[in-house]
Nanobody, 116 residues
Framework: QVQLVESGGGLVQAGGSLRLSCAAS????????MGWYRQPPGNQRELVAS???????YYADSVKGRFAISRDNAKNTMSLQMNSLQPEDTAVYYC??????????WGQGTQVTVSS
C-alpha cells in the first residue's frame, strides 16, 4: 500500500508562484510513474505533469514552460513548481502514483486558487 500526502497549496495572485509537494509512504517501485492531476471547478480531472523514476517528464500543453515537476527517489517525494500562475490554473491538485497492473493511488488533494 502507498499513501500520498500533498502540501503547498494556497491563494496566490496572477503571475505568482507556488510549490506543491507530495510525500509517498510505503514502497515505491522503480516502475511507478508519479504525477500531478488537477480538477478545476465543474470540470473533469486532468493530467498536469508526470515523471518516471528515471526522470522522464511529461507536461500538458497548458503548463509547458511554466510548471516544473521533480522527483526525489531516495525520499519518495515529488514536487511541482508552478510559476506565472493564471486564474485558469485554479483547481484542486492531486498527487498520483501509477503502478503497472494496479489501480492508481491518489492523494487527498490540495486547493490552488489564483486571483486575477
Amino acid at each position: 500500500q502507498v499513501q500520498l500526502v500533498e502540501s503547498g497549496g494556497g491563494l496566490v495572485q496572477a503571475g505568482g508562484s507556488l510549490r506543491l509537494s507530495c510525500a509517498a509512504s510505503g514502497e515505491v517501485f522503480s516502475t511507478d510513474v508519479m504525477g500531478w492531476y488537477r480538477q478545476p471547478p465543474g470540470n473533469q480531472r486532468e493530467l498536469v505533469a508526470s515523471i518516471t523514476f528515471a526522470g522522464r517528464t511529461y507536461y500538458a500543453d497548458s503548463v509547458k514552460g511554466r510548471f516544473a515537476i521533480s522527483r526525489d527517489n531516495a525520499k519518495n517525494t515529488m514536487s511541482l513548481q508552478m510559476n506565472s500562475l493564471q486564474p485558469e490554473d485554479t483547481a484542486v491538485y492531486y498527487c498520483n502514483l501509477n503502478r503497472f497492473m494496479r489501480e492508481p493511488y491518489w492523494g487527498q488533494g490540495t486547493q490552488v486558487t489564483v486571483s486575477s
